[in-house]
């Protein structure tokens, strides 16, 4: 039993850790100067974008090219300005990290 406390510790700590690595991530990346998780600011919550494209088997794609590209209309008025300087390996972890939010 003691086994299996410390296995189902280490996959809360390696899931934990992720998500928070996912976080620091979207930080360095100045993503949350616009974006919060759970409430719009300048653009929607990431919560409220997973929700949106839930299903939808085209949404990383979409979202990947969204993020380097930027675009306007989908959400307000408000633009979203191009990260062609974000790598596009990073861009994918964060894009599923935020279909990730429930």
């Given at each position: 039993?003691?086994?299996l406390?410390?296995?189902?510790?280490?996959?809360?700590?390696?899931?934990s850790?992720?998500?928070?690595?996912?976080?620091?991530?979207a930080?360095?990346?100045?993503?949350?100067?616009?974006?919060?998780?759970?409430?719009?600011?300048?653009?929607?919550?990431?919560?409220d974008?997973?929700?949106?494209?839930?299903?939808?088997?085209?949404?990383?794609?979409?979202?990947?090219?969204?993020?380097?590209?930027?675009?306007?209309g989908?959400?307000?008025?408000a633009?979203?300005?191009?990260?062609?300087?974000?790598?596009?390996?990073?861009?994918?972890?964060?894009?599923?990290?935020?279909?990730?939010?429930?």
């Amino acid at each position: 039993m003691k086994s299996l406390n410390w296995v189902l510790l280490g996959l809360v700590l390696c899931t934990s850790s992720a998500a928070f690595a996912n976080v620091e991530l979207a930080k360095a990346k100045n993503c949350l100067a616009c974006h919060s998780v759970d409430k719009k600011i300048v653009g929607p919550a990431f919560k409220d974008v997973a929700k949106k494209y839930a299903g939808d088997a085209s949404a990383e794609a979409k979202l990947i090219a969204k993020v380097i590209k930027g675009g306007s209309g989908n959400w307000g008025a408000a633009a979203m300005p191009p990260n062609s300087q974000v790598s596009e390996a990073d861009v994918k972890v964060l894009v599923k990290w935020v279909l990730s939010q429930k």
